[in-house]
């Protein structure tokens, strides 16, 4: 759907500067647009190489096993079907401590690790299990600690406070996890 929506945006805007006299704007615009996201691009791969090696040392250490420890309990609670040795419980921990660090895209590989070992674990293929969906609700509810790609961008884009939006993104990021996680236990009793 996206794939038709976006040509048919542009194609529009291209009309639409054509008949307006602003194809200039529209020249400038592109090129402008292209400096400022390989910008953004070199801030966030920074970042991004920065906590996906620290995740790395992390697997590798036994802070791993202690963080796996300490969400043991929520863990728990949240996907009780799993086994507390399984490498599915293990990679859930990894992936909910980066989100918590606002790793949103360090998390990503993590996250589709676990997805691919929970879907292992499934009985039915086709069927998302209980955990898949806790999951994915999990993930999209997206609490953080520290929202660092939100900080980055705010800072490459000039921010003279980019920090200042931490306390309002930890209110966000709870009612949105609080309100998920709610939901999908009532729903997984139902269903």
Do not use: H
Request: proline share 4%.
């Amino acid at each position: 759907m996206l794939n038709i929506i976006w040509p048919l945006f542009i194609i529009i805007s291209f009309i639409y500067a054509i008949f307006t006299g602003k194809i200039a704007d529209v020249s400038n615009g592109i090129f402008e647009s292209a400096e400022s996201a390989v910008s953004l691009t070199v801030t966030f791969f920074g970042t991004i190489c920065l906590w996906n090696g620290i995740m790395q040392i992390a697997k590798k250490t036994s802070l791993m096993k202690k963080l796996t420890k300490l969400f043991s309990p929520l863990i728990s609670f949240l996907f009780p079907e799993l086994r507390k040795n399984s490498k599915a419980y293990e990679e859930i921990s990894l992936n909910m401590v980066a989100n918590l660090l606002g790793l949103g895209n360090a998390s990503t590989p993590l996250g589709l690790k676990a997805m691919e070992t929970l879907q292992k674990e499934n009985d039915k293929k086709d069927t998302l299990s209980n955990s898949m969906a806790m999951f994915i609700v999990l993930n999209t509810a997206s609490l953080q600690l520290i929202p660092t790609n939100v900080i980055a961008i705010r800072s490459s884009l000039g921010s003279t406070a980019p920090s200042n939006i931490i306390i309002p993104v930890w209110i966000a990021t709870l009612v949105a996890a609080i309100v998920a996680i709610v939901s999908t236990k009532i729903l997984m009793k139902r269903f």
